[in-house]
C-alpha cells in the first residue's frame, strides 16, 4: 500500500495500516449448548465471548471465565470452571488458565492454574502443579495427564497417597 498526506497526519496513517486482530463475533453473558444425535453434551457458559476465527491461525476465547458442563450418554454431569479459556480450532486443543477446577460426577477434584484439553485424542493435561481428590488419590505435584474418563491417569513430581488395587 501506498499513502500519501498532507499535513502533520503521519500517526493517523500509521494506524490505518496496523494490523487488528477484530473478532468476527462476540458475546456477552452467553451460553452456548451442544449437541450430538440431538442428545446435549455440554452447555458452555460465560461473561464475554470472541470469536476470531477469522484469522489466519483461529481461535475462540473467552476472556473473563468460562464454565462448562458436560453431559455423558449416562446423563452423568462433569463440570470444569475456569478465569480464562481458548479452543484452538485447527489443533482442536482448549486451554484453561487461572483457578482450572475440574470436578466429576463420581467426585473427582482437580485443582491446577492450567489445564489442556487435547479434543482429538480426548486427552487432558497440564504441566503445572495441581491437587487432585478422588476416592482413591489424594494427590498434589507437578504434571499429570489422563484420558476424559479418568480410567488412565499419569502422575508427574507428585506427593500424597492413593490406593492401588492388586
Not at 477484530?22 to 457458559?45: H, M, Q, W
Request: one cysteine or more; proline letters at 2%.
Amino acid at each position: 500500500m501506498f499513502f500519501s498526506c498532507k499535513g502533520d497526519n503521519l500517526e493517523e496513517v500509521r494506524r490505518m495500516s496496523e494490523y487488528r486482530q477484530v473478532p468476527v463475533g462476540e458475546a456477552s453473558n452467553f451460553e452456548l449448548r451442544y449437541t450430538d444425535s440431538l442428545e446435549l453434551r455440554a452447555i458452555v457458559k460465560g461473561k464475554v465471548y470472541r470469536d476470531f476465527t477469522n484469522q489466519d491461525f483461529p481461535y475462540q476465547e473467552f476472556p473473563e471465565g468460562v464454565r462448562v458442563d458436560y453431559f455423558s450418554e449416562t446423563g452423568d454431569t462433569s463440570t470444569v470452571t475456569a478465569n480464562y479459556g481458548v479452543i484452538y480450532s485447527n489443533t482442536k486443543l482448549i486451554d484453561l488458565q487461572g483457578d482450572v477446577n475440574l470436578i466429576t460426577s463420581d467426585g473427582k477434584h482437580l485443582q491446577s492454574p492450567q489445564l489442556y484439553f487435547d479434543q482429538v485424542n480426548n486427552w487432558i493435561f497440564t504441566e503445572k502443579d495441581f491437587e487432585f481428590t478422588s476416592q482413591d488419590y489424594d494427590m498434589t505435584g507437578t504434571g499429570i495427564d489422563f484420558n476424559k474418563d479418568f480410567t488412565q491417569v499419569r502422575f508427574r513430581g507428585k506427593k500424597g497417597s492413593a490406593v492401588l488395587k492388586e
